[in-house]
């Protein structure tokens, strides 16, 4: 299942339920996507290196290579969008689906609706590697030990430069971009995902658990992001 327009996007569904595949591919091609299609890991770790796609829909149950393997694997060497889809609707599986660098998730059985307006959200947040417009540079952001470069993407902590996704990033830059604001989990997600995406907006907790994990924070110092119980989340001091 492929289009013939050598400028659309490109997408891989990799599900080992054909028909479940066949139908996401279906919706993904009405909204111009060049559609690939694999039922287990291991097809899908050649095909994900092959077409070099702009977004992912990923199975977590499949044969052979799981969906956690498959997504640790693309991230070596792309920064594509993965929604991540699962069977069982237990938190331990979304943490380890995104744990690994998946941008969202989904239970099944969900709405192919709901997955492609999900993945319209994603696309219209720019890619790490997307051309950049001359623009006078915005100065970077810095919160004690932490360097966050808004044009360059990056962020570094003592200097070093933390490997964070696209997502990660995105949700670490709103709240730097409004030092002492508390922003709510709905803020974020329109900040982030925009404000059409629907969800479980506790995909927040979730990033904002490996930002911390990543630059070296714990919920208990919370240097760079501290939680305001029952409200949301801001940037911290850095001390």
């Given amino acids: 299942m492929t289009s013939s327009s050598v400028s659309a996007r490109r997408a891989v569904v990799v599900d080992d339920e054909q028909p479940l595949a066949t139908l996401i591919g279906s919706y993904l091609e009405r909204d111009g996507f060049e559609v690939h299609l694999c039922h ?32 640790r694997q693309l991230r070596t060497f792309s920064d594509c969008y993965v929604v991540m889809l699962t069977a069982r609707s237990e938190e331990v599986d979304k ?4 744990s690994v660098g998946a941008d969202d998730y989904m239970t099944k059985p969900f709405s192919p609706r709901e ?17 950049v417009v ?16 808004v044009e360059a993407r990056e962020a570094y902590v003592d200097g070093a430069l933390v490997p964070l996704t696209r997502t990660e990033f995105d949700v670490l ?60 989340y801001r940037i911290g001091v850095g001390a």
């Fill in 173 to 232: 830059a709103a709240l730097a971009a409004r030092p002492g604001t508390v922003l709510t989990r709905r803020a974020l997600i329109d900040a982030v995902w925009g404000p059409g995406w629907i969800g479980d907006d506790h995909l927040v907790d979730v990033h904002v658990l490996h930002v911390r994990q990543k630059l070296g924070d714990t919920a208990k110092d919370q240097r760079f992001v501290r939680t305001v119980r029952g409200v949301g």
């Fill in 115 to 131: 997955l492609m307006a999900r993945i319209t959200a994603l696309l219209r947040r720019p890619r790490r590697t997307a051309t």
């Fill in 40 to 71: 287990d890991g291991v097809q899908a770790v050649a095909v994900l290196r092959d077409v070099d796609p702009d977004v992912v829909v990923l199975d977590l149950g499949l044969p052979g290579v799981d969906g956690v393997e498959v997504c």
């Fill in 95 to 98: 943490l380890i689906g995104l």
């Fill in 134 to 149: 001359a623009t006078p540079a915005a100065p970077p952001i810095e919160v004690g030990a932490l360097r966050l470069d």
